[in-house]
């Protein structure tokens, strides 16, 4: 998928004067590129990986569990992202009683990894919003947290509904949007 085309559900489709179903399509939109465009050319990490090597990078010492944990997603996920992480020598593993899994943390590759893929995505934002005002970059940051850490009141299922989104294939398919 390009970016900027259309993504269909139905929530477009039956609302589209609606600005909380625009919101909902531009957030969609946006998950999916991040997802996608997660893999840079040189070989650097994938959203997921990418995810992981800044969790761990925080809380260095952790576990797969810890993780899994913070992410919720299976440990299976988990250690699948973690053993790219690993056979591309940008987290090491120490040794730990197997029961608690073991130790965690970033090598200096995976440091400078982690840093360079950092520099990327934040370039990325910064070109999209250069010709914003700093007060529409202020007020924009604003409402994304004000956004994100709004409580969710419960809502009732519907008819019919849709697939439930699987956080584990989400993490799991780096980008592939074969199954959307």
């Known amino acids: 998928m390009t970016r900027g085309a259309a993504y269909s559900c139905t929530v477009q489709h039956e609302s589209r ?6 919101v909902h399509a531009e957030l969609v939109q946006l998950a999916r590129e991040l997802i996608a465009g997660g893999r840079d050319a040189q070989g650097g990490p994938s959203f997921a990986q990418h995810s992981v090597l800044s969790f761990v990078a925080r809380n260095p ?18 250690s699948r992202q973690l053993r790219g992480c690993l056979d591309s020598g ?3 593993s120490e040794v730990g009683p197997l029961r ?7 090598t200096d590759q995976g440091a400078a990894v982690l840093a360079a893929a ?8 910064r070109a999209r919003v250069d010709t914003w005002l700093p007060t529409e970059i202020a007020q924009f940051a604003d409402i994304l947290r004000r956004f994100r850490v709004a409580p969710v009141a419960p809502v009732a299922p519907v008819a019919a509904e849709a697939p439930a989104f699987d956080r584990d294939d989400a993490f799991d398919r780096d980008g592939d949007d074969a199954h959307a």
């Open 118 to 125: 950092d520099r990327t995505r934040l370039d990325e934002v």
């Open 90 to 92: 940008w987290v090491r």
């Open 17 to 22: 004067g609606d600005d909380v179903a625009a």
């Open 100 to 106: 608690a899994g073991y130790p965690l943390h970033l």
């Open 61 to 78: 010492g952790c576990r797969a569990t810890d993780i899994s944990d913070a992410f919720g997603v299976n440990r299976s996920t988990v």
